[in-house]
């Protein structure tokens, strides 16, 4: 069964951080490659990051580069997304995601604002 | 960055009727291996987007047969047979060739 429950939203002040957690399945996190993407408020999709399934390779979106930090941890069935110094324009549904199979979170909500 | 371009943005249509949604690359997507990696989603309202079509082509399962998804390289067409009321929500393309992988702007589809 496909499972993908994100958790960790909230709301943060701008220059804060947050930790995104996804729990998977076994069976979804057993595919090469893990991904979160966001969608702000009214707005489209947009892919943040990508972490290959033994973690040694990990991309990233350019407006977060060396803001966010992917990873995983495959004994937990489980992935993660450390976000720091938050700013407004993060403000955004994150969805953890293998979108190439059709498998995706609910999303958690994340709010930067004062 | 690969830019993608979905034509039109919005559709109105009649239940019943045939509908077509584009989506154009400023590069090709078509990999060595033969395969345009070249994704079509449905949002829904509140629910996150869900697979109708990957690799250009191939319908992923679940996906109604009224949905079909043709082209190659950088022009690449989605097609409703007849829509029903339960296909109003936004349609993205996505491709996954090149990082970053970059989705369409969305075509948000209603029922007249």
């Known amino acids: 069964e496909v499972q993908l429950v994100e958790s960790g939203g909230g709301l943060v002040q701008p220059g804060g951080s947050l930790r995104l957690s996804c729990a998977a399945s076994?069976?979804?996190?057993?595919?090469?490659?893990m991904t979160w993407i966001r969608q702000a408020p009214g707005k489209g999709l947009e892919w943040v990051a990508n972490?290959?399934?033994?973690?040694?390779?990990?991309y990233y979106v350019d407006s977060v580069k060396g803001r966010f930090s992917i990873s995983r941890d495959n004994a937990k069935n489980s992935l993660y997304l450390q976000m720091n110094s938050l700013r407004a324009e993060d403000t955004a549904i994150y969805y953890c995601?293998?979108?190439?199979?059709?498998?995706w979170g609910q999303g958690t909500l994340v709010t930067v604002s004062s | 960055d690969v830019v993608m371009t979905q034509s039109p943005l919005s559709l109105s249509v009649t239940p019943g009727q045939p509908a077509s949604i584009s989506c154009k690359s400023s590069?090709?997507?078509?990999?060595?291996?033969?395969?345009?990696?070249l994704y079509w989603y449905l949002q829904k309202p509140g629910q996150p987007p869900q697979l109708l079509i990957y690799?250009?082509?191939n319908r992923f399962s679940g996906a109604p047969d009224r949905f079909s998804g043709s082209g190659s390289g950088t022009d690449f067409t989605l097609k409703l047979s007849r829509v029903e009321a339960e296909d109003v929500g936004i349609y993205y393309c996505?491709?996954?060739?090149?990082?970053?992988?970059?989705f369409g702007q969305g075509t948000k589809v209603e029922i007249k």
């Open positions: 995601a293998v979108p190439g199979i059709g498998h």
């Open positions: 076994e069976f979804t996190f057993s595919f090469d490659w």
């Open positions: 972490i290959k399934r033994d973690g040694s390779e990990k």
């Open positions: 590069q090709s997507l078509l990999y060595s291996d033969g395969k345009s990696y």
């Open positions: 690799e250009a082509s």
């Open positions: 996505m491709q996954s060739i090149q990082l970053p992988w970059t």
